[in-house]
């Protein structure tokens, strides 16, 4: 195994593959490392001066603040972000003129809904309208559990989340629209959306325009109206659990699939093994006539011009623009740093700008045409691949692409994390230590990549596979585990 990987043949550096100790010679490329260069972390393949640009990905990811010679572990503390502030960018024409041949789609198990759409899981989900009720749809959940009138292999899911009251505007529109985007999620069986009754998001503000496409599926209770607020419940659920048993699976094509696609707790293979992993399957999905869904958005920034290169049409290179720039402004109207970014956790697994980083983050979406950009609560509207509003917060960004309407969201991580959203949320591990030592938290592991033992190409195959088997009904670790965290985004007052 090499002891390094230089990505691309115009990088200024290298990234360590193992924990490299100063005075180890670097065979191939005639260095001697003249620092400690921890696993994941890069080191320079080429001198460079003061302002000098430093390369990787075949890209600029930053600015040497000193001059740092060849052997010099190059990190925070000698680059720096070489971005600005708001920018205008020029529209070259559409990525390419005709669509690839669509391939043929392999077979899968899937609930199939009133209105066409398919589901991969069964699930009861219990909406509170409100943090106020989120005990009560808790304690309603245990109690119907024990009643064994679901069918096998569903679960009840509370959707507790912190807000309903006490919002206004923009917040308690995101609040509304990310519940209903819930509501009418095909990877549940039956929906009750629990209220109070004294909230802002009332049941007829929740109501007001929308309607379910199948009202078998949905029950309503507002439980300052009842005397008896946990039966009421109950009855509802039984009335729910009694439409799901007659659900079924039945064979569907995999191009029905919607795929989201995430990393957090990244570290410096990120963009070498699982990222790339996740733009292969993306290709592959959006081949075979599937969709897949890209957000978090600031973590774009420093790469978006390569997403812009790939905008189908004009008017889909307009979104992307409009998508990068109103979040740049959002940094900008909160008199935050646009470029404050990586963590300390991407910081100490070797990531050092936020364009490194995005360059890294962007590999997820492949080298397919991007076809769509969606705002923050929108539902996904085509096959392909769709840009969607949404910050790199792991929580929100997770609910945000279950909200759009994805059935799994794969989640990349360097670090490990036990996240898990309101859909199976699979792990992705980059790096083979992490998968062993964090076993309960990860689905799959793409740290074979980096040691050489495989390619982004003979791991796609298994992958597929790990990823249809969810799909079939086999649990991901956060069901496993019980983890399906909902988190709404939020920028305004609290009253």
Not at 160 to 176: F, I, V
Not at 307 to 319: I, K, N, T
Request: glycine share 10%; proline share 5%; with cysteine.
């Amino acid at each position: 195994m090499s002891k390094y990987l230089k990505i691309h043949s115009s990088d200024t550096v290298a990234v360590a593959l193992e924990p490299l100790a100063q005075g180890t010679a670097i065979d191939g490329l005639g260095i001697v490392l003249l620092d400690e260069v921890p696993q994941g972390h890069k080191f320079a393949v080429t001198p460079h001066q003061p302002g000098d640009r430093v390369i990787k990905y075949g890209s600029v990811i930053g600015l040497a603040k000193e001059a740092i010679p060849v052997g010099r572990h190059i990190h925070t503390h000698n680059i720096g972000t070489a971005l600005g502030g708001l920018q205008n960018y020029a529209y070259a024409g559409p990525a390419n003129d005709a669509a690839p041949a669509k391939r043929e789609a392999p077979t899968i198990q899937a609930f199939v809904r009133a209105n066409g759409e398919v589901g991969v899981r069964n699930d009861l989900w219990i909406i509170p309208l409100v943090g106020c009720v989120n005990g009560l749809a808790k304690n309603a959940a245990k109690r119907f559990e024990k009643m064994g009138l679901l069918p096998e292999g569903s679960r009840v899911m509370v959707l507790e989340h912190p807000y309903g009251c006490s919002q206004l505007g923009g917040d308690l529109d995101n609040t509304r629209n990310i519940l209903r985007d819930f509501a009418i999620h095909p990877n549940a069986g039956g929906v009750l959306v629990m209220g109070l009754g004294c909230e802002n998001n009332t049941r007829a503000l929740f109501t007001q325009g929308f309607e379910h496409p199948d009202p078998r599926r949905l029950r309503y209770l507002t439980t300052q109206e009842v005397s008896d607020e946990l039966e009421a419940s109950l009855e509802a659920m039984t009335e729910l659990a009694a439409v799901m048993r007659e659900d079924k699976r039945e064979p569907v094509g995999a191009d029905r699939l919607r795929i989201g696609l995430k990393c957090g707790g990244s570290d410096g293979f990120s963009g070498i093994t699982a990222n790339p992993l996740l733009g292969a399957l993306s290709d592959w999905l959006c081949g075979i006539g599937g969709a897949t869904v890209l957000t978090e958005v600031p973590e774009m920034f420093g790469a978006e011009h390569l997403l812009m290169e790939r905008a189908e049409s004009r008017e889909v290179f307009d979104g992307v623009v409009t998508l990068i720039n109103d979040f740049k402004q959002y940094f900008i109207d909160h008199n935050q740093p646009i470029y404050e970014n990586p963590s300390p956790g991407n910081k100490a697994g070797g990531i050092s700008t936020l364009e490194e980083k995005s360059l890294g983050c962007t590999q997820k979406a492949g080298l397919s045409p991007v076809r769509d950009v969606i705002r923050y609560a929108e539902r996904i509207r085509k096959p392909g691949l769709t840009l969607l509003e949404a910050p790199g917060n792991d929580g929100v960004a997770v609910t945000a692409l279950a909200a759009a309407g994805c059935h799994i969201v794969l989640f990349t991580t360097g670090r490990g994390t036990p996240l898990g959203g309101v859909v199976p949320t699979m792990k992705i591990a980059t790096n083979t230590a992490m998968a062993e030592k964090k076993r309960h938290w990860i689905d799959f592991n793409a740290g074979p990549i980096a040691e050489a033992t495989a390619t982004v190409d003979s791991l796609l195959p298994s992958f597929i596979d790990s990823i249809l088997a969810v799909a079939n009904g086999k649990e991901a670790r956060n069901e496993e585990n019980d983890v399906h965290d909902l988190v709404i985004f939020k920028s305004g007052v609290t009253l």
